[in-house]
């Protein structure tokens, strides 16, 4: 089973900054990684797919990167909106499609 | 408007069964596969089960594998999870999640169902 970890797990950060958020995969699952984001109470939603494309409606402040075991998931400029846990997810090697522990985005 | 609405959650003793429902609107549900994925409370996600378009393909979580069991009726555009044997573990919010076509992701998901598994 390939093991996704997210860190941090925690990150602080202010309207209009960057955040980088980084997902490392016990083996490596080519581009074959998603990101998530899920705001309280709700389902979580596709942000990033392929590593590094846009889901349908996601705004361009939002970019994935990497490949192989690490992975990075930027939000370029933070809106009041984007504050959230995010998820990453690998569908290179399965079963089990396995998620990463989540980050949280809060409010610095 | 594409859209998945999941129901049969609710309260169950260890040892108890249930059955969860997830009707899809909005789009050609025969063509997509379907995955069912949970989240304990205040965990993160845990995939559970997925199933091929035409039903023909099943994977499970070592987790559930034995106790659990994923279905789906094209004709009545539903997938189903029967879930049997259950365990205070097994409380969580479950999603079905349409699985996209050009990859592995998960492109659109419900709004939840909760279960509680307790005495």
């Known amino acids: 089973e390939i093991v996704m970890t997210q860190f941090p797990a925690t990150l602080s950060v202010s309207p209009g900054e960057r955040a980088t958020l980084s997902c490392r995969a016990s083996?490596?699952?080519?581009?074959?990684l998603a990101w998530y984001q899920q705001k309280p109470g709700q389902a979580p939603r596709l942000l990033i797919y392929?590593?590094?494309t846009r889901a349908t409606g996601i705004p361009a402040r939002f970019s994935g990167s990497g490949s192989g075991t690490e992975f990075t998931l930027t939000i370029s400029s933070l809106q009041s909106e984007d504050f959230a846990v995010y998820y990453c997810?690998?569908?290179?090697?399965?079963?089990?499609?396995?998620f990463g522990g989540g980050t949280k985005v809060e409010i610095k | 408007e594409v859209q998945l609405v999941e129901s049969g959650g609710g309260l169950v003793q260890p040892g108890g069964s249930l059955r969860l429902s997830c009707t899809a609107s909005?789009?050609?549900?025969?063509?997509?596969?379907m995955t069912w994925v949970r989240q304990a409370p205040g965990k993160g996600l845990e995939w559970v089960s997925y199933?091929?378009?035409?039903?023909?393909?099943?994977y499970y979580a070592d987790s559930v594998k034995g106790r659990f069991a994923i279905s789906r009726d094209n004709a009545k555009n539903s997938l189903y999870l029967q879930m049997n044997s259950l365990r205070a573990e097994d409380t969580a919010v479950y999603y079905c999640?349409?699985?996209?076509?050009?990859?592995?992701?998960?492109?659109?998901w419900g709004q939840g169902t909760t279960v509680t598994v307790s005495s």
């Open positions: 999640a349409r699985v996209a076509v050009a990859h592995y992701g998960m492109d659109v």
């Open positions: 909005g789009f050609t549900f025969s063509r997509y596969e």
């Open positions: 199933i091929t378009s035409s039903g023909s393909t099943i």
């Open positions: 083996q490596s699952v080519s581009s074959n």
């Open positions: 392929g590593a590094s």
């Open positions: 997810q690998q569908y290179n090697n399965w079963p089990p499609l396995t």
